[in-house]
């Protein structure tokens, strides 16, 4: 890959400090100093060529010139309420502009301000979350905004100490609202911005390292503390991750930092940031009961434990039910489905069922909408012999509530996308509804 050849001159001198530092403002040259270069952020850090000599001023000029031109127009960026922010870095934690896009619309239609969401039940926001992943976040958001109307009477505090005290928001989310909603120099730091500095320092620690995370503090708070807007600066550090400095070939010839970043200079674009260690993912053998009825409606059931808290899916069991399979319902594999999260790696084998239809009928009464969870329910709702019985068996399980839903009223059900991806095997369930949902 060969050095960039446009006409930044006068900002690729300025890049370096050093002999060959330029004059800045037309004023004799500033010899380097600890608050002028990101020599301090290197200190204590291996870099692959020994500790960078940066101008922090002239990069976070330079990066604030690219993000007047090269700025993406996002709704959050329209609205730079506390509230708005916070939202947005919620849904983008973990997750790709373009999927968080129509959530983020959709989200704020329905919950317009803090006070809204803050009234708005555990279920509704589920369900204005669904398929965004990463439920933890949105419950912690939700716990955010309710401590927020009862300790400030709904306004995001402007003091940073203040609003790390609030669920939901740690240092790169408080460093994010501090600076994009109240311009203030506060630094922000996520994986993005992690590879962008890492890339530009050459730094050679792993990622998620003590040294490595201290080190990147450091600079991004030297960079927004030299900044002229702090929002600018934070703004145009996610947008280079997202847009110039990407994961896999990053495009150094459009990237206003190419002149001072060590990983361009030295080739080592693809070894950089060095990865964190790989977590061991424990495998967790799951089997999902998915029971349909001839009247296309499916049984739910809301986890009530840690894996999916709060989410709807077909029952999931960690053991074989010898009472279930012996049951009146017959039941058939119909696939497997593996599903990874951070720490845990599901395989879920899937097993089919169809209810019998004289529990269909008995269970077609007016309390049909949420099927009674205690044993025995099953009984007083007719009298349909074995099947119930099945049935029965089936729910006395768990003591989670359950509810009958018809397929084509899935998407008003806060669900896991684990729960998608089983009913994807129903062959009744509408492909393209689906394929929406996975979105
Ligand atoms: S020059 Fe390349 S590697 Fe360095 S910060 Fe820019 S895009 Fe990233």
């Known amino acids: 890959m060969g050095r960039p050849s446009d006409d930044r001159s006068t900002l690729r001198r300025s890049l370096r400090v050093g002999p060959k530092a330029s004059k800045r403002g037309g004023g004799p040259a500033k010899p380097a100093s600890g608050a002028d270069s990101l020599l ?50 919620v849904m983008l934690q973990q997750t790709q502009v373009a999927t968080v896009l129509p959530y983020y619309e959709r989200f704020m239609m329905r919950f317009p301000t803090l006070a809204a969401l803050a009234a708005a039940s555990e279920e509704e926001l589920l369900g204005a979350w669904a398929g965004l992943g990463y439920y933890r976040r949105a419950r912690l958001l939700h716990a955010g905004v309710r401590e927020v109307m009862a300790r400030y009477g709904g306004e995001l505090p402007a003091a940073r100490e203040a609003r790390q005290t609030l669920p939901g928001i740690g240092p790169y989310t408080n460093g994010a609202i501090g600076s994009i909603a109240f311009g203030e120099r506060e ?211 768990a003591s989670a509530p359950r509810r009958w839903v018809p397929l084509t009223r899935l998407e008003a059900i806060p669900m896991s996308r684990l729960a998608l991806k089983l009913l994807e095997l129903l062959p009744r369930l509408d492909d393209a509804q689906l394929a929406m949902e996975l979105a």
């Open 40 to 89: 301090s952020a290197t200190r204590k850090v291996k870099s692959v060529s020994g500790p960078g000599r940066v101008n922090v001023s002239a990069l976070a000029e330079a990066l604030e010139r690219w993000f007047a031109t090269a700025a993406r127009d996002l709704p959050w960026r329209r609205r730079a309420d506390p509230y708005a922010v916070w939202v947005s870095e």
């Open 187 to 397: 630094p922000i730091v996520d994986g993005n911005v992690a590879r962008v500095l890492s890339r530009l320092l050459g730094l050679d620690a792993p990622l998620g390292s003590r040294a490595s995370t201290e080190a990147l503090w450091a600079s991004a708070t030297q960079l927004v503390e030299a900044a002229t807007q702090p929002s600018a600066l934070n703004q145009g550090l996610m947008e280079l991750g997202a847009l110039v400095c990407t994961k896999r070939k990053p495009r150094c010839d459009a990237c206003p930092w190419a002149d001072a970043c060590v990983a361009f200079a030295q080739g080592l674009t693809a070894q950089l940031p060095r990865p964190k260690p790989r977590v061991a993912q424990a495998p967790v053998a799951l089997l999902a009961y998915v029971l349909e009825t001839d009247g296309g409606e499916v049984l739910l059931e809301q986890a009530t434990g840690n894996l999916f808290r709060g989410l709807w899916s077909p029952p999931l069991r960690s053991e074989p039910d010898r009472a279930l399979i012996d049951s009146a319902v017959a039941w058939t594999e119909v696939g497997r489905v593996t599903h990874v999260l951070t720490h845990r790696r599901l395989d879920v084998r899937v097993l089919h069922g169809h209810i019998h239809p004289a529990v269909e009928n008995a269970t077609s009464m007016p309390e049909r909408a949420a099927i009674p969870s205690e044993p025995g329910a099953f009984h007083a709702l007719g009298s349909v012999g074995d099947a119930a019985a099945g049935m029965q068996r089936l729910c006395a399980n």
